[in-house]
């Protein structure tokens, strides 16, 4: 089993920035990818951005060029750099991790509220 813990979100003005954190612990040996979704009332969770054990992205075209995810494989910590925040990525953000060994199987994290004012 893999325990995520998810810290950084809360208000934030838009144009302004925020970082999120995600530690993870358990049976870390067994993730590969690790990724960022987010989730609004009434809408489908949706991929904000992933990255693998060796450090490739993946970003939703919403978020090009203003988010940034990066990995600690040394604290077991992926972390979510957004800038230019946009009342539009207000949601509730989510941790992923993906088991490399088990098919189909994944990793959630309680979630975090991040909420961009106009």
């Known amino acids: 089993q893999v325990q995520l813990v998810e810290s950084g979100g809360g208000l934030v003005q838009a144009g302004g920035s925020l970082r999120l954190a995600c530690a993870a612990s358990?049976?870390?040996?067994?993730?590969?990818?690790m990724g960022w979704y987010r989730q609004v009332p009434g809408k489908q969770r949706e991929l904000v951005a992933l990255i693998t054990s060796g450090g490739r992205t993946n970003y939703a075209d919403s978020v090009k060029g203003r988010f940034t995810i990066s990995r600690d494989n040394a604290k077991n910590t992926v972390y979510l750099q957004m800038n230019s925040l946009k009342p539009e990525d207000t949601a509730v953000y989510y941790c992923?991790?993906?088991?490399?060994?088990?098919?189909?199987?994944?990793?959630w994290g309680q979630g975090t509220q991040v909420t961009v004012s106009s």
């Open positions: 358990g049976s870390i040996f067994s993730i590969s990818v």
């Open positions: 992923n991790a993906v088991n490399a060994f088990v098919s189909g199987t994944h990793y």
